[in-house]
Structures are given as structure tokens and as C-alpha cells.
């Protein structure tokens, strides 16, 4: 990930040894800003709901994971139908139209599950270990996700990936994400990640070599900008489980993937 910014949803500490208070409040699913004018949701609850909600389990191999009947896939679900019948509305309008239809995808927690990660360092982020989990190239895939990719690709919608990972976990991402079947376009023409030692013209606003100070925001859509302007394809739908990756325009629809462990601003 990315995430520079980004904000762990639960303090590991305060939740194992049940004392004490994490910041000002934590965002969460359908929420872009943290509630801070009444007392924060109990933090040992909060894990507990998260687990019921992924339906966490451990597995044979001591990897958590995500239940199939869980609320988190029915949620997913529900959101995978819409987004289909949409692109398929959305693709017949705009090879009519003479438009070159794409959909953008985020990586992390919209194609591939970060939960194991997660849990495990108690809803933490530390580059060091978050950087040993993605090169493992073993997360598995969101529910729905790679097909919804293989949806959009079988419907001649040309698809890109707009991620936070760093050119440096450019092979352990796309070796992950062949391996949950999202094997469409991963080339470097479609798979988007953060350049920072050499950043795209198309970036020049927030970052020029050596120097890079592009919000998520900034990056992401400046690179759909790239995508739409530059690239001249029309964006019909960005999926992203950050608001951070849905903001900032540059997409007909956007459909926020839930994900109640962490919020990257
Ligand atoms: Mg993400």
C-alpha cells in the first residue's frame, strides 16, 4: 500500500490489553471522516464486530481468512451485481458512442484481501512487514473481484489497475494477481503503481524526480486523468475500498468496496 497517511482503525495494544484510548475516534465503512463529537465505538467491540463481519477463521495453514457466507462477501456480492449490470449498460453506450470504455480497479483490499495482514498486526501499519507480506504474492483474491475484471475485459472494456504498491512490488503484485485470476492486462501499460524516484509527466503537479508530495488523492486521479486524457479512453466505472481512491473525479460511477481496517487518507 501506499500508505504514508494512512490511519490504523484500531490500536492493537489498547485492544488486547483493554485500557486506553486511540486517537480521536476511527473512520469506518460508509464513513469518510471519524466521528469525534460523542464518545468512539468501544475498541474492543470494534474487533469483534470486524471479525464477525469478514467471518474470520483461521485456516489450516495459520492464515486468517474471510468467510464466503460472511456479510462482507454479501455485501460484495450485491455490489459485484450492480457494478456488472452497469458495465454492460455502460459499454454498449459507449462503443455506440464510438468511446473507448475502461474501468480502474485499486489493488489492495479491492482485488486482493489484506485481512491475514491485518489482523495479525492487530490493524497496524509498518512498512517493514507490510512489505514482506505483499512480496509473499499469496494474498487471496477479493470475493467477486477477479471475475468483475474478467466481467469487464468480456465485455471490451479495456482494464487498468491504479494502485498505491510501489514500482519496487511491481512483480509480487501481478504474480498475485494472476494467481486469484485476475489475469487481464498486467502489463506495465495498465498496472499503475507509485513511482516516486521517477514519476510520470503526467504527475508534474505533485512530484518531479527526488521530490514527491502527491496526496493519494492527487496521484490517483491525476493518473485516470492520464488514463482519459492522454490515453483517451472514457472511464465508466473506478472501484476502490478508499475513498482516497475514489475521490478526485475522473470516472462516470464509483463503487467504494467495504473495509472497516483501515482508512488511508
Ligand atoms: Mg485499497
Given at each position: 500500500m501506499h500508505k504514508p497517511l494512512r490511519i490504523a482503525a484500531i490500536a492493537a495494544a489498547c485492544a488486547v490489553a483493554g485500557a486506553g484510548l486511540y486517537g480521536a475516534g476511527a473512520a469506518t465503512a460508509g464513513q469518510s471522516t471519524a466521528n469525534s463529537t460523542h464518545e468512539p465505538y468501544n475498541i474492543g467491540l470494534l474487533v469483534k464486530d470486524i471479525d464477525t463481519y469478514y467471518g474470520t477463521t483461521l485456516d489450516a495453514g495459520g492464515v486468517y481468512q474471510a468467510s464466503p457466507d460472511s456479510q462482507y462477501a454479501k455485501d460484495l456480492a450485491a455490489l459485484d451485481k450492480a457494478a456488472r449490470k452497469y458495465i454492460d449498460q455502460a459499454a454498449r453506450k459507449a462503443h455506440h458512442k464510438g468511446e473507448k470504455p475502461a474501468v480502474v480497479f485499486d489493488i489492495d483490499?479491492?482485488?486482493?484481501?489484506?485481512l491475514d495482514y491485518e489482523k495479525r498486526y492487530n490493524y497496524t501499519y509498518n512498512s517493514a512487514t507490510w512489505a514482506d507480506y505483499v512480496n509473499k504474492a499469496d494474498r487471496p483474491g477479493v470475493f467477486g473481484s477477479a471475475e468483475l475484471v474478467q466481467y469487464a475485459d468480456s465485455k471490451g472494456v479495456e482494464v487498468f489497475y491504479n494502485s498505491g504498491l510501489s514500482e519496487a512490488q511491481r512483480t509480487a503484485a501481478v504474480a498475485n494477481l494472476k494467481k486469484i485470476g485476475a489475469?487481464?492486462?498486467?502489463d506495465t501499460d495498465h498496472v499503475f503503481l507509485k513511482d516516486k524516484a521517477n514519476p510520470p509527466a503526467y504527475l508534474s503537479a505533485c512530484a518531479t524526480p527526488g521530490t514527491w508530495t502527491c496526496t493519494t488523492v492527487q496521484y490517483k486521479g491525476g493518473t485516470r486523468k492520464h488514463i482519459e486524457d492522454?490515453?483517451?479512453?472514457?472511464?465508466?466505472a473506478n472501484f476502490g475500498d478508499q475513498y482516497s481512491d475514489l475521490d478526485?473525479?475522473?470516472?462516470d460511477r464509483t463503487y467504494k468496496l467495504p473495509n472497516p481496517t483501515y482508512f488511508v487518507s
Open positions: 483490499d479491492t482485488l486482493l484481501l489484506s489475469d487481464v492486462n498486467l492522454d490515453l483517451g479512453y472514457e472511464i465508466i478526485g473525479g475522473y470516472a
